[in-house]
């Protein structure tokens, strides 16, 4: 998969995870096969705010070994999406992502992600600007989902919201099957996914344009068959890799033809699951470390035999300590 001047041998991509993607779950996606990761979505004003120097460390510093990788931008004026971009460009992004999908409440109501669903004219501002600001060489990509709502004049509004984006120069979409209304309620709508890759490539003969399905990507079987069926250049995984970056792996298995992998033993959970604290620990610090790994901690006991125990003692891990006490008991691992 080609997305602008960004040249990608395998075609799942991790999205970007408000709240999760940070820096550590990014790379150990890397280490399990995604070709390319997104950083969780940042504000466009938290992008201009932030200090140089323990913030930005936090949040936008980039590694050599994390690239290709990408930073997605929410918003709703267009001169501050422009200036958090050529920041965003300027810490060593690859990717400007544009967030016209978030469904959260506080998030719409603010006029930012999925509202933008519904105003045509300032997402396209959006986009035109930005387009313009950053290089050529930055691919410039844009989070969709299939409307605002599920009504004919969202979806009226949708097709020119996408002739609009094209006629602009982005160079792909990442398109979730659900509206902004529906949230994650229902089922990801993989047939109007199929039907914009079509649309794509025989009526508005942009087969160059990568188009990225999502939505209800939580099991290497379905992400074969969505992939198959649907005709899309790539799938973006998201909530179906918290705790379970072993899905890039098997993923990439049933690509290649091959076997899926056996489950990850106990052993193997524990060991990455120590990698990841350790990672996080390194960025963010020993205090902070046992609870910002928590919430990754209840996805990957969703492995475990003993699931419901487990995700109990991960919610009580408060220090390093309990986290090194549980990896011990549960793992038979060393922190």
């Known amino acids: 998969m080609k997305i602008g001047s960004i040249q990608l041998d395998f075609p799942v991509v991790q999205a970007a995870l408000s709240g999760y993607s940070d820096a550590p779950m990014r790379r150990l996606a890397k280490k399990f096969g995604a070709s390319f990761t997104l950083c969780e979505v940042f504000l466009d004003q938290f992008v201009l705010n932030v200090s140089k120097r323990s913030k930005a460390k936090l949040y936008l510093a980039v590694q050599d070994s994390d690239h290709p990788c990408g930073a997605q931008l929410m918003g709703n004026e267009p001169e501050e999406f422009v200036a958090a971009a050529q920041r965003l460009i300027d810490f060593g992004f690859d990717l400007i992502d544009l967030n016209f999908a978030c469904p959260v409440k506080k998030v719409v109501g603010k006029c930012r992600g999925g509202y933008l669903m519904s105003n045509v004219e300032q997402s396209l501002k959006i986009a035109e600007k930005v387009r313009k600001a950053i290089p050529d060489e930055i691919p410039l990509t844009v989070k969709l989902r299939k409307g605002f709502d599920d009504s004919k004049e969202s979806r ?67 992400c074969l068959q969505c992939y198959q069926e649907s005709g899309v250049d790539g799938l973006a995984l998201a909530r ?92 038979n691992v060393d922190l």
């Open 156 to 222: 009226d509004l949708f097709f020119k919201l996408l002739d609009g984006l094209l006629d602009i120069g982005i160079n792909g979409i990442t398109l979730h099957g659900r509206s902004v209304r529906q949230r994650y309620e229902g089922s990801s709508d993989w047939n109007f996914i199929a039907y914009i890759k079509r649309y794509l490539v025989d009526i508005k003969k942009r087969p160059d344009l990568s188009l990225i399905g999502s939505g209800d990507l939580f099991s290497a079987d379905v």
């Open 240 to 331: 179906g890799i918290i705790g379970n970056p072993w899905l890039f792996r098997d993923v990439f298995a049933l690509f290649q033809g091959k076997p899926l992998p056996p489950r990850p033993s106990i052993q193997e959970q524990g060991e990455v699951i120590a990698d990841h604290y350790r990672q996080v620990e390194e960025l963010y610090g020993e205090r902070r470390s046992a609870t910002e790994m928590r919430k990754f901690g209840v996805k990957y006991a969703l492995l475990h035999p003993l699931n419901e125990e487990l995700r109990s003692a991960y919610v009580l891990c408060k220090n390093r300590k309990m986290w090194a006490d549980l990896m011990k008991q549960y793992y």
